[in-house]
């Protein structure tokens, strides 16, 4: 049986901690005597060639698009920085558009952490600097200026400190059992821009089911349902509008067929059995290669189209899973080889609840991948037209998310609050920080742009590859 310390135990051991690694250190930016170029190269090594030049088009859109998909440089940066010495699972990647709303398995609709391509063991505090500094990098591009752009700094740490004290109350099932759920969201922003936008995201997740996907994904060829190209956003690997080059390894593969079965039978054995054997009412028709987001562009990413009886359908998406940034420049104890169990590990551990279709796989070659259920109900934020009071309460909201995951995950709200103490000494120092690493962001940006300019990094934007399947 385990021996559980203590509410005081916990509490000396924050306390403890603060003492070897005081709050208002957590001002400083790092280790930015790096080359930005060279880390975003490192990050590339291994993705579709032609597709890299696609993942910088889009970082080129903004310093905000810039950071999104630098998360290696910011986690390189943070390693030369005292940290508190509390490690547990963290999201890794944990700026503002990495959290949105999505569908439980019980089909209730909630706000949490959406991202967990680079979740490892790893210092608490390195999430939220991460969150705080993409609040001031967000505001800065959308012109609220600099003032403003820390206030909501100030208010997203804020919340996140508040938040963990109350957690730091409540006994373990208390905690594990918390989610914010949109109903708890409107009644928190009972008037005004917030509640308006709560409503909107609401009706548009109704909307984003696999039915209404299956008109704008795919065609019925007379027996089977086949993915259709849109290239660059989706194209079938060996089809006449793929981006990759034939010396890929994936053109080396002789049974396409053969080689999803193995990937689909070696990801059912990681999942419970009644998913299986629901899962067992879907017939497979088709697969194709999908772009997404920012930093994963270029990363393997597969959605896999079923259908039921009814011809009803089920989209699962496949995705590959490295090393964590994390990882790379944090030497945690963790026990998984596996990096799409990780990836299934950290989010079942961070979000209130999670994919019932969430599981991993081994890819041709040796990748490593993870699966889940392709934008059931996902909604996401659109901060380009955020106002500056909405994005300080939107700040604050992803504080208040970031402070459940990190409970639930870690399981040491006691310690953390104590860390944290009862002023906002912490919120402070972690405005000051995003502040000064915002900075940072935007000389790293500007180097960025001039290597594109220069032509040392190959980048083109969604529309001009769309050209080039134009007849």
Not at 49 to 57: D, N
Not at 419 to 447: I, P
């Amino acid at each position: 049986m385990n021996t559980v310390q203590s509410v005081e135990k916990r509490k000396a051991e924050g306390r403890a901690a603060r003492e070897k690694v005081a709050r208002k250190v957590h001002t400083e930016v790092g280790d930015v005597d790096r080359d930005p170029i060279a880390l975003l190269e490192s990050n590339s090594a291994g993705r579709v060639q032609r597709l890299v030049a696609l993942r910088y088009g889009r970082m080129l859109a903004s310093p905000f698009a810039f950071f999104r998909g630098s998360a290696i440089i910011q986690a390189h940066d943070l390693a030369g920085t005292p940290d508190s010495g509390m490690p547990i699972q963290i999201c890794g990647d944990c700026h503002l558009v990495n959290f949105g709303g999505f569908a439980t398995p019980e089909r209730s609709l909630i706000f949490d952490v959406n991202d967990f391509d680079e979740t490892a063991i790893g210092p608490w505090e390195w999430d939220l600097k991460r969150l705080v500094a993409s609040v001031v990098v967000a505001g800065r591009h959308l012109g609220h200026g600099a003032a403003l752009a820390r206030e909501f700094a100030y208010a997203t740490a804020e919340s996140y400190r508040r938040r963990i004290a109350e957690y730091a109350e409540m006994g373990a099932l208390e905690v594990w059992y918390q989610k914010i759920t949109f109903e708890d969201l409107l009644n928190t922003y009972g008037e005004g821009e917030a509640r308006k936008r709560l409503k909107r995201g609401i009706e548009k997740a109704a909307t984003r089911t696999h039915e209404s996907m299956l008109s704008k994904l795919a065609e019925f060829n007379g027996t089977t349902w086949k993915i259709r190209d849109v290239p660059p956003g989706v194209f079938h690997i060996k089809g006449e509008q793929t981006l990759f080059d034939p010396e890929d390894d994936l053109f080396k593969i002789v049974n396409g067929h053969e080689a999803v079965k193995k990937v689909f039978d070696e990801y059912l054995s990681t999942l419970s059995s009644d998913r299986r054997e629901l899962l067992a009412e879907f017939e497979y028709q088709d697969i194709a290669f999908k772009v997404v987001g920012v930093g994963s562009v270029g990363t393997r990413c597969m959605i896999l189209l079923f259908v039921d009886h009814f011809d009803k359908p089920l989209f699962i998406q496949c995705k590959e899973a490295s090393q964590s940034v994390i990882a790379q420049f944090y030497k945690s104890r963790s026990h998984i080889k596996h990096q799409g169990q990780r990836v299934v590990d950290g989010q079942r551990r961070m979000q209130a609840a999670s994919d019932p279709f969430l599981g991993w796989s081994t890819g041709p070659f040796g990748r490593h991948m993870y699966l889940r259920q392709l934008r059931d109900m996902k909604v996401s934020p659109e901060i380009e037209v955020f106002s500056a009071e909405l994005l300080r309460q939107y700040g604050a909201l992803c504080g208040w998310v970031l402070a459940r995951a990190h409970a639930k995950a870690g399981g040491n709200a006691v310690q953390l609050a104590a860390y944290m103490g009862k002023n906002d000494q912490l919120s402070l120092a972690l405005t000051d920080y995003a502040v000064a690493y915002a900075d940072q962001v935007e000389k790293d940006f500007d180097v960025f742009q001039k290597a594109c300019r220069v032509g040392k990094l190959d980048a083109r934007t969604d529309a001009d590859l769309a050209a080039d399947f134009v007849v």
